[in-house]
């Protein structure tokens, strides 16, 4: 006897029941396979920069406004003379710094912001940031890279300073002469130039002023007038010494 038309409709649900764990063994290894793609692809994008930059903490004096960004081939280049905090800012980028074209940005810090050493002025300052592919230069550079501060605030006795991630300390490299400040580096510095605070020397309440020169006409004069009325006043006492007496 055929079966019915109402004897299959008991049968079609447990199919479906049957097939459903199937499919969602199906759904759950594709997402699998779609977080595994996708960890797998980000892990690849950021292999192609290398290790993370190491991140400094924020500088004193802020360093954050941009004075220019531009792109140094690996045969080298300059970057300015641009102005920055107190002063014109040159920097030195010789050939085989780095194997890449790079990107140089300075930026100037705000001066009143950075303490001074004992007995100085904070008269200079600015920042030197490295990029590579949009990321910031991982590591030190192949060769140092000089940058060079001028300004009349500088003098022999100034200090170029250099942010340490806690403090501006003495930057040993460094080398001054009256108007120039002269700095080497392979990193990211934050520079910032000192000078010593000169005080000129205070005035003794009741000193007199010291009187130098050649005596002026009048004191002249009244010299050789005294001198005549000395002489005058000898040849009358030796007249009056020299009159016999009348007595004689």
């Known amino acids: 006897m055929p079966p019915s038309r109402n004897g299959p409709v008991q049968i079609r649900p447990n199919r479906v029941v049957k097939t459903r764990p199937f499919a969602i063994v199906l759904l759950s290894a594709a997402a699998v396979c779609a977080s595994a793609g996708t960890a797998f692809a980000a892990?690849?994008?950021g292999s192609q920069y290398g290790p993370p930059a190491v991140i400094k903490p924020a500088s004193e004096g802020g360093f954050t406004?941009?004075?220019t960004t531009?792109?140094?081939p690996t045969s080298g280049g300059t970057v300015g003379p641009v102005a920055v905090a107190g002063a014109s800012l040159t920097v030195s980028i010789p050939p085989g710094a780095f194997a890449e074209p790079v990107t140089i940005t300075v930026t100037s810090p705000n001066l009143a912001s950075i303490p001074p050493m004992a007995g100085t002025n904070?008269?200079?300052?600015a920042g030197i940031t490295v990029g590579l592919n949009g990321a910031p230069f991982p590591g030190t550079f192949l060769k140092p890279l000089t940058a060079t501060f001028t300004s009349p605030n500088i003098t022999a006795g100034s200090?170029?300073?250099v942010w340490n991630g806690s403090s501006f300390v003495t930057d040993p490299s460094a080398t001054s002469?009256?108007?120039?400040e002269t700095v080497s580096f392979d990193s990211d510095p934050d520079l910032a130039v000192m000078t010593p605070v000169t005080t000129p020397p205070k005035p003794v309440p009741g000193a007199t002023a010291p009187?130098?020169?050649v005596p002026v006409v009048g004191e002249g004069l009244l010299a050789g007038a005294l001198i005549l009325g000395g002489a005058g006043g000898i040849a009358a006492s030796r007249r009056r010494r020299s009159r016999p007496s009348a007595r004689e």
Do not use: E
């Open 43 to 45: 892990t690849s994008a």
């Open 65 to 67: 406004a941009v004075i």
């Open 70 to 72: 531009v792109t140094i």
């Open 122 to 125: 904070v008269v200079a300052g």
């Open 159 to 161: 200090v170029a300073t």
């Open 177 to 180: 002469t009256a108007g120039t």
């Open 211 to 213: 009187v130098t020169g």
